[in-house]
Nanobody
Framework: QVHVLESGGGAVQAGGSLRLSCTAS????????MGWYRQVPGRQRELVAT???????NYADSVKGRFTISRDNAKKLVSLQMGSLKPEDTAVYYC??????????????WGQGTQVTVSS
């Protein structure tokens, strides 16, 4: 059994900062890419940022220069430092982890989501 658990989030004024964290636990053979996605009601879930197991990062254009993703492989932890927040960053943020539970079995696991609200 695998668990992906997010923490952080909350409400902040425009221009402020927040930090999201996510840990993976359970029967993990290997942990590959991890990342953050977000979703607002009525819209599809969109990529925010991802990071590979060797540290290669990818960001949505809308957050480049404002958000920083990082990970600690030993702790199976991925974090998202969000700065210069805008009202349009308001969404439910989801952590995703690509997890191998065996040498031959892998899939994407998702956290339950954490709300980020940015007021103008």
């Amino acid at each position: 059994q695998v668990h992906v658990l997010e923490s952080g989030g909350g409400a902040v004024q425009a221009g402020g900062s927040l930090r999201l964290s996510c840990t993976a636990s359970g029967s993990i053979f290997r942990l590959d890419a991890m990342g953050w996605y977000r979703q607002v009601p009525g819209r599809q879930r969109e990529l925010v940022a991802t990071i590979s197991s060797d540290g290669y990062t990818n960001y949505a254009d809308s957050v480049k220069g404002r958000f920083t993703i990082s990970r600690d492989n030993a702790k199976k932890l991925v974090s998202l430092q969000m700065g210069s927040l805008k009202p349009e960053d308001t969404a439910v943020y989801y952590c995703m982890a690509n997890i191998h539970t065996s040498r031959y079995s892998a899939e994407a696991y998702w956290g339950q989501g954490t709300q980020v609200t940015v007021s103008s």
